[in-house]
């Protein structure tokens, strides 16, 4: 046992050795004591150093998330925006493609395009159809205005028209105005109107739309003064317009009966009432030359006119009128240098010719200069056109302008005496119609006339002259006393920015 308490105090012993150095040890930091307080006191100062720093990393961190998610968000609209953007270039870019091909040219100048061949008695005459206001019941009801009497009653004679109804008049004053049925007495049809003196108005009092009878295909409000205004206009372009004719058309448009009396009666009233017009136009003729100098600053405006002595009166009879507004002649200096000149008779009541003159805007398109209004086409007066028209455009002597016209000799003419260096070319329309008043029997005269005129240069023009020559040598020999060098455009100066070889602006 003592040996086994010897080696366990031997153990001890090492115990002891270790007591020793723990207790130095112990010794040690008890040396160091305030010092490990210190540095725990730094350490605790540290960590609040290492949060601190965490914080704001994590601040920083968390704000430069923000910024990214930001800035992402900013990018993802941008990128949105110019999606939208690119969506609308591309619609419009799209819009524009299905625009354009879809697109048609409804001014087409078509250059080598044979014209119709046209007739002076073939020509449209443009007919203004005169607005009338037709009225219905709607316009007729109780409480309707109408400035004057006469407006009133224009209405009900429109709404017998249209309806073709039988209406008379049975009350008219200044103040006053009614119509019935002109069919049956016990008819309830009835509609009255009285002026208002507090409104200046006429206004419909009574009015009461319904019939108790049948049309008969007759009106008594279609008498002859009336059938003279309905007509007015009618005659007005077409004075050969017989009372059969406007019989024939009163049935077949309103279906209403009249007699050949009525209409005859008519038709000399319109008559008469033109005859009064035109004179009246004529008397007021220097006012309205006036009135263009003024309300058209630039503007020309001549009436030129003879004294008549009718024996106790001498008076002033018409010659001619020549007009060239000042807006046309400011906007000629835009156009082409190319002036086409030509006459067509007035055929209607007022007879005599009008001369024009035509330019070529930069769309080679029609531009109207001046026109005047003469008794007849002749060089006197063909003379005078010219000399105004050099005055009002400074034509010069014409060096640097193109005349386009037929081969009148009054234009003729009178070209070598105002433009004698103008470049005077000849339409070959009117080559072709006198041409065809001679041939007309040659079925490839107006084809091959106007490839000559359309030819480009000398070989060509020789070689299209040489087909005609081949074809038909009374022909050629026709073509060739038209001149065919002053009409093709082999032989056009430079310059002119106009190739046209005809008077007229072919659009289409």
Known sequence: MLRDKSEHSGDDGDDEDNVVESEDDGDKSGDDGEDKDNGSDEAGDDIVVEVRNEANQSNKKRKRDKSEHEDDKRESKAAKKKDEEDDIVDRFEFEIEESVANWFDDFRINRNTIPESSNEEEDPIVIRDRKIRMGNNEKLAIGRTFFTGVEFKEVVLNHALKSRENIKQNRWGKDKMSFVCGQDKNCNWKVYAAYDKTRQLWVVRTNCGYHRCKSNGKCKLL???????????????????????????????????????QVQRGRLLALKWLQQEYAQHFAHLRGYAAEIVVSNPGSTAIV????????????????????????????????????????TFLKHAVKGCLLTAIAHDA??????????????????????????????????????????????????????????????????????????????DKDLLKKMVWHLAWSYNHAEFEANLNKIRVYDLSLYDDVMKENPRSWSRAYYRLGSSCEDVDNNAIVF
């Not at 206009?233 to 009966?257: A, G, S, T, V």
């Not at 056109?385 to 193109?402: E, I, M, P, R």
């Not at 470049?423 to 070959?428: A, F, L, P």
């Open 223 to 261: 008498k002859s003064p009336v059938i003279g205004r309905l007509f007015l206009d009618k005659l007005r372009l077409q004075p050969k317009y017989m009372p059969l004719d406007i019989q024939r058309h009163i049935k077949e448009r309103w279906n209403i009966l009249s007699s050949i009396g």
């Open 304 to 343: 030129d006119t003879i004294p008549n002595d009718d024996g106790e009166v001498v008076t002033d009879v018409f010659k001619r009128f020549y007009v060239c507004l000042g807006a046309m002649k400011q906007g000629f200096y835009y156009c082409r240098p190319i002036i086409g000149i030509d006459g």
């Open 363 to 440: 769309n080679n398109q029609i531009y109207p200069i001046a026109w005047a209004a003469v008794q007849t086409e002749n060089a006197d007066n063909w003379l005078w056109f010219l000399k105004l028209l050099k005055a009002d455009l400074n034509l010069k002597d014409g060096k640097d302008y193109v005349i386009i016209s037929d081969r009148s000799k009054g234009i003729i003419s009178s070209v070598k005496n105002k433009l004698p260096n103008a470049e005077h070319r000849m339409c070959v329309k009117h080559i072709v119609d006198n041409l065809k008043n001679w041939r007309g």
